[in-house]
C-alpha cells in the first residue's frame, strides 16, 4: 500500500507492505477512533509495525449506515490493500477480524481481546440499549426500529459468528479476556480457545474489565506474541 502527501516542500510517497489493522468494537462514546484512545494505541503499535486504525461503516467519520456484515466488507478491502496484515479485535471487533481472517491469505496472525463468541451475550435488554444509544448519541447511522434493529443484529451476528469460522482458521491465534470483564463474560475467551485450532494462546488480565485497549502492559503483551516472544497460556 502507499500514498502520496506534501511535507512541506517535497513530494513524499509511503509505502507500507505489512500492517497491524485495529478494529473497534461497537462504539460506546460518539466521535471517530481518532477522538478516542484508539490514536494513542496506534501510536504504541507503531513502535513496532505499522498500525491502521478506522472507523467502520456507519461508524465515526465513515460513511454509510451499520451494518455487522459491511464491516467484514470493510476488513476485507484494507487488509487487500496490504501484502501481509495481522488483525487486532477488540470486542466487536474481535468477531468480524475472525471472520475477515478465515476468506483473506495475507493474514499472519489475528488477536480477538473480550469478544463474544456467540450470540448468547446479546439479550434484549443489552440490544435495547445499543439501540437507544444509536438513536440517542448518533454511534451507529441508519438504524430504524428496535424490532428491525435486533432482527438485523442477530441474524447478521450469527453469520460472522466466532464459533463458525474457528474451526477453518490454522493461522496463529490470540485470545484475550479480563476476568471482571462485565460486558463479555470471561467465558466467552475460554470456550473460544477450547474450540480453536492450534496453534493457539490465552492471555487471562486478572480483575481485567472489558476496556483492556487502554491496559498498556495488555497492548505490550499482545505485540510480543505477534513478534513471536511469547505463546501459550499467560496471566498478565
Known sequence: MFFDTRIGRNFVRVVVEKAIIVCHGLPYEAGSVID???????????RRLPAVIFD???????????????WKEDIL?????????????YSMGGCIALAAASELE?????????SPCCA???SEESLREIH?????RGLLRGVDSFEKFRDRFISEFLEIEPLKYLP??????????????????????EKMYSLAKKPKSFFIVENGNHFLRRREDVTEKILDWIEGKIEGELKI
Do not use: C, Q
Not at 494513542?40 to 507503531?46: D, H
Not at 478491502?77 to 479485535?89: D, I
Not at 437507544?132 to 440517542?136: E, F, G, K, L, T
Open 36 to 46: 478516542k484512545n484508539y490514536y494513542e494505541l496506534a501510536k504504541k503499535i507503531a
Open 77 to 89: 478491502r484494507l487488509a487487500e490493500e496490504f501484502e501481509n496484515v495481522l488483525l487486532v479485535g
Open 132 to 136: 437507544a444509544n444509536a438513536i440517542s
Open 56 to 70: 467502520f461503516t456507519g461508524t465515526g467519520a465513515s460513511r454509510g449506515d451499520f451494518s455487522l456484515l459491511s
Open 120 to 122: 448468547d451475550t446479546f
Open 168 to 189: 477453518k482458521l490454522t493461522i496463529p491465534k490470540l485470545f484475550v479476556h479480563g476476568t471482571d470483564d462485565n460486558i463479555v463474560p470471561f467465558w466467552h475467551s
Open 106 to 114: 495475507n493474514v499472519e496472525k489475528v488477536a480477538v481481546v473480550a
